[in-house]
């Protein structure tokens, strides 16, 4: 599938923690920080990339528990020279603040 098309899908099927999150990402909520949601990076689709500090937020599921898929994919991102900040889906749910301190202190550090 085209990674525009299969971006423009996850766009659509987002889960409940990338949701939350979007909520507190989107609009330059966060300190006036822009970032974009299931943005194509390469061969990938990232879950949200702030392109200013150069840091990509992924929202995972069990799914990606030691997934060697994942570790490659985050090798090749590093190698483009972003920060991949990982938090799991109960992470986000339940304490959104915390991850949101996580990200905003990436994010002042890329500035």
């Avoid at 990076?41 to 500090?53: I, Q």
């Avoid at 937020?57 to 991949?84: C, I, K, T, Y």
């Amino acid at each position: 599938m085209d990674q525009k098309v299969f971006a423009k899908h996850l766009r659509r099927q987002m889960t409940d923690s990338e949701r939350l999150l979007w909520y507190h990402l989107r609009g330059h909520r966060l300190a006036g920080q822009k970032f974009r949601r299931q943005q194509p990076l390469g061969k990938y689709v990232v879950d949200f990339v702030h392109f200013g500090a150069r840091v990509i937020v992924e929202v995972d599921g069990g799914q990606h528990n030691d997934s060697p898929h994942d570790a490659v994919r985050d090798a090749w991102l590093r190698a483009q020279g972003f920060q991949v900040l990982r938090f799991w889906n109960n992470e986000v749910l339940g304490n959104t603040q915390q991850v949101l301190e996580v990200i905003y202190a990436a994010v002042g550090e890329g500035d």
